[in-house]
């Protein structure tokens, strides 16, 4: 198992990973061994790592990060991958189809390049005024200029200034959204990220202190009392890729495992709105998957 992130606290998709094992009868230490390997938010790490568990000569590896994926198909051809959580695997090249990836790799995916065009796009529908938002994103994110590039397409459609913001560990939040507020900014679209997704408390808390309304990815966020969330379950997701490794734990063949794309909900966070004083148009909220009171 390759992990982004940090090997403390466990990241909340490593947790639902492991609940769904245990869904699932496995017992860690018991009816299934798991190897843990941490990046620590290194991507430059992710190589030497997984050469370290393809030493191991695992069943399955089993990951959730578009950067780990890369690394683990240079890394293994042989050796069956389950990813979840990951971006645009067909259109990276990374398998042949959904239906029939091929290969040594399955799992989860979601389509990221266009989403955040509609997540940004959702974001002006429900606070109208705005007219400049700040997109936080990781700089070691290999595929950052292509999210940018369908960003501010979405941005000259909306009438929206785009502030570009960068954070590559916890430490580098509070100089980000110092450098949103310096530049004027009036709402935040966080981009999709493992880091983000890992630290959404800390994240939404400064947003909560720079009264900036949010949207990001992931319904935890705004569990966490993110304004506005478009976008797959990570939590779900997580817990759902267990069911990859239990199939090929029992016989089938990653190239045989149809891939999963995930459903997108958009969930509104009312006492959020309440705190920061925006009110929601009430269409919007008619087209809300969900409205959290």
Not at 47 to 58: C, D, I
Not at 161 to 189: I, N
């Amino acid at each position: 198992m390759l992990e982004p992130g940090p090997s403390q606290p466990p990241t909340p998709c490593l947790q639902a990973f492991q609940q769904g094992l245990r869904d699932l009868g496995y017992v860690e230490g018991h009816t299934i061994r798991l190897a843990y390997r941490h990046a620590e938010y290194h991507v430059d790490r992710l190589p030497a790592l997984l050469a370290e568990l393809v030493q191991l000569a695992p069943d399955v590896i089993w990951l959730h990060s578009t950067q780990a994926v890369v690394a683990a198909k240079q890394a293994t051809t042989t050796i069956p991958i389950v990813v979840a959580v990951v971006t645009n695997l067909v259109e990276r090249g990374l398998v042949a189809s959904l239906a029939r990836p091929g290969g040594n790799l399955t799992g989860m995916d979601f389509r990221s390049a266009d989403l955040v065009a509609k997540q940004l796009e959702v974001l002006k529908e429900a606070v109208p005024t705005i007219s400049r938002v700040a997109a936080l994103s990781d700089p070691t994110n290999p595929f950052q200029q292509e999210t940018r590039l369908n960003l501010e397409q979405a941005a000259r459609a909306l009438g929206v200034q785009l502030q570009h913001v960068e954070a590559g560990a916890p430490a580098a939040f509070e100089a980000a959204f110092a450098a949103m507020v310096d530049g004027g900014a009036e709402a935040l679209l966080i981009v999709n990220a493992a880091l983000f997704g890992d630290h959404p408390q800390p994240l939404l808390a400064l947003a909560h202190r720079h009264r900036l309304p949010t949207v990001a990815y992931g319904r935890s966020f705004a569990e966490a009392g993110g304004l506005l969330t478009l976008g797959g379950d990570v939590r779900e997701l997580c817990q759902r890729s267990a069911v990859f490794v239990q199939k090929i734990l029992h016989g089938a063949k990653p190239a045989d495992l149809p891939i999963e794309r995930a459903m997108f909900q958009l969930v509104v966070n009312l006492k959020t709105a309440a705190a920061l004083g925006v009110t929601i148009p009430p269409t919007f909220l008619f087209r809300a998957d969900e409205v959290i009171k």
